[in-house]
């Protein structure tokens, strides 16, 4: 059974920074696209960052030159990186995984990310 275990979310003070944590288990992705999404309260779920199989990134405009996606394939994980963390970055982050051979998707459980000002 696959498994997307998200981890390094927490509360941080404006400016501050995080980073998250996606690591796979139970199947190895060697062709997968892989995406941050986040949800705020009241907010529809929306696409942060994507990271394809050939290392290519896109990140949303609302976090472009602040947060930076990444993967290691050997361990199956990628990640998050969030610098100057702004209230408005408050949110439940997702990692998603979507496999390039059979399209199917897999959802981790959300962890929290808190902003204060």
């Known amino acids: 059974q696959v498994q997307l275990v998200e981890s390094g979310g927490g509360l941080v003070e404006a400016g501050g920074s995080l980073r998250l944590s996606c690591a796979a288990s139970?199947?190895?992705?060697?062709?997968?696209?892989r995406d941050w999404y986040r949800q705020a309260p009241g907010k529809s779920r929306e696409l942060v960052a994507t990271?394809?199989?050939?290392?290519?990134?896109n990140h949303a405009d609302s976090v472009k030159g602040r947060f930076t996606i990444s993967r290691d394939s050997a361990k199956n994980t990628h990640y998050l990186q969030m610098n100057s963390l702004k209230p408005e970055d408050t949110a439940v982050y997702y990692c998603?995984?979507?496999?390039?051979?059979?399209?199917?998707?897999?959802w981790g459980q959300g962890t929290q990310v808190t902003v204060s000002s």
């Open positions: 998603k995984v979507v496999t390039t051979n059979d399209g199917r998707a897999y």
């Open positions: 990271i394809t199989s050939g290392g290519s990134t």
């Open positions: 139970g199947r190895i992705f060697s062709a997968a696209v």
